[in-house]
């Protein structure tokens, strides 16, 4: 029963891991908690925002939303008999949905982690208490809710509704996908899965691959990560980077293209430019000054996030796009933001709404690769680096069809001081891949 948790235990309870996926209880009781948890279980796979599944996690105590450490652990011999019992409580629930068991050791003790990935049969009811009756449950921020009203209409209208980063590539088979990068990418996030020997339950492991037609077929996402080349499946995975002279029709500098697995794109991306991030120096009699073009922090989180909440569906082949400027950088992903995500969401002025995101499965490796934050908060850390630097403000726009999402980053008051800045000259093409 006992299976292989993919992230890093320690990102669980570090606070690494959003609080709307994540709940923490001491201990297992079947006539205590067992129905809190159940409700959370059937939340967690209904995935209301597309926020990949959570975690409940058995044997930790937590204060104020974090985990308490060292944790407290449960005896090693009721591991067996607590899943075995979790099991028979998830029988209660319509459709039956089970959660995956990962008993890991944190602080010398044993926890018992339920990872509950979203369902593909979604929406999933669960009882009232131990005879009530079955309701509809979701996570709103960091408590399990009753779904009512609107709430209830939009998880209903998400019934086999499947991101399109997590559905299945039946043009694509697992031998598209290269263990070399998954393990790379275990290695890279600390994960116990980097010991497993088997590829194929490696990447069952990761939700990477699931069954259909007795073979195991590849996600979108899994594709997008891991294959040598995603451009095979998914045209606009590149991002082009193009530096003018002068305004939008002027001539063009440099130009560079990066292409490979997405992680691979955003990190060469931010290679090339990091001239633009290196700290100036301006002395004026006894001032000395401090600052960058543009903020690296700024620049991380406008590239991350332009990857991040693109399509890659056909309908949108376009790259995304890097414009430099003289005065400004630009960094434009198509289409634009989901509906019911406005531009005062954006800026910081009012918390976003809990629509579905567009990807799931692609924010969530970004994150465990610590190059995405939480949802939400990508704009804010714009914004206050920004600040933070002397910068002018940065400036979000879209148009009224969703045709595309631009952030435009100012470049520095002093910016002008150097001259123009170049992008890294690379020996290779500038067209880098796997």
């Not at 376009?318 to 950088?329: E, S």
């Not at 934050?373 to 403000?393: H, Q, V």
Request: charged share 25%; hydrophobic share 35%; glycine share 8%.
């Amino acid at each position: 029963m006992n299976s292989i948790l993919p992230i890093n235990v320690d990102d669980v309870l570090s606070g690494r891991v959003e609080s709307a996926r994540l709940e923490f209880t001491p201990t297992w009781d079947p006539k205590g908690n067992a129905s809190q948890i159940l409700k959370t279980l059937s939340a967690f796979a209904n995935d209301l925002q597309n926020l990949n599944g959570g975690y409940v996690v058995i044997g930790v105590e937590e204060r104020d939303g974090v985990a308490v450490r060292p944790v407290r652990g449960v005896p090693p011999d009721t591991l067996d008999s607590i899943q075995k019992e979790v099991q028979g409580q998830c029988n209660r629930l319509d459709p039956v949905y089970v959660p995956i068991f990962c008993p890991v050791r944190v602080d010398d003790r044993h926890v018992l982690v339920l990872w509950a990935p979203p369902s593909d049969i979604r929406p999933h009811q669960a009882p009232d208490g131990e005879k009530g009756e079955r309701k509809y449950y979701v996570r709103i921020g960091s408590e399990t809710v009753e779904a009512r009203g609107d709430v209830l209409r939009q998880l209903v209208e998400q019934t086999a509704r499947v991101p399109f980063d997590d559905r299945l590539n039946r043009e694509a088979s697992s031998e598209d996908l290269r263990i070399t990068l998954v393990r790379e990418f275990l290695r890279d996030i600390a994960s116990d899965a980097l010991a497993e020997p088997s590829s194929e339950r490696i990447y069952a492991s990761m939700r990477i691959t699931r069954p259909v037609n007795g073979h195991a077929a590849p996600t979108n996402a899994g594709l997008l990560f891991f294959s040598e080349d995603p451009r095979r499946w998914f045209r606009g995975a590149k991002i082009e980077v193009a530096q003018f002279q002068d305004g939008a029709g002027g001539n063009t500098l440099e130009d560079q293209v990066y292409s490979g697995p997405l992680h691979h794109q955003v990190r060469q991306c931010l290679a090339s430019l990091q001239n633009l991030t290196t700290t100036r120096i301006l002395k004026r009699g006894f001032e000395t000054r401090r600052w960058v073009d543009y903020p690296s922090q700024a620049l991380r989180e406008a590239i991350v996030n332009a990857v991040y909440h693109r399509s890659y569906e056909p309908g949108f082949p376009d790259p995304t796009k890097v414009h430099i400027y003289p005065d400004r950088l630009e960094v434009i992903s198509y289409p634009g933001p989901v509906q019911g995500v406005e531009l005062i969401h954006l800026v910081g002025e009012i918390p976003p709404p809990p629509v579905p995101s567009r990807n799931r499965q692609i924010g969530e490796l970004l994150k465990e690769l610590r190059l995405a934050e939480a949802r939400g908060k990508g704009m804010a850390r714009i914004f206050r680096s920004m600040r933070e630097n002397g910068s002018p403000e940065p400036h979000i726009d879209f148009d009224s069809g969703r045709t595309y999402f631009r952030v435009t980053l100012p470049a520095h008051p002093e910016h002008g001081t150097f001259g123009a800045t170049r992008l890294v000259r690379r020996r290779k093409p500038t067209v880098h891949s796997m």
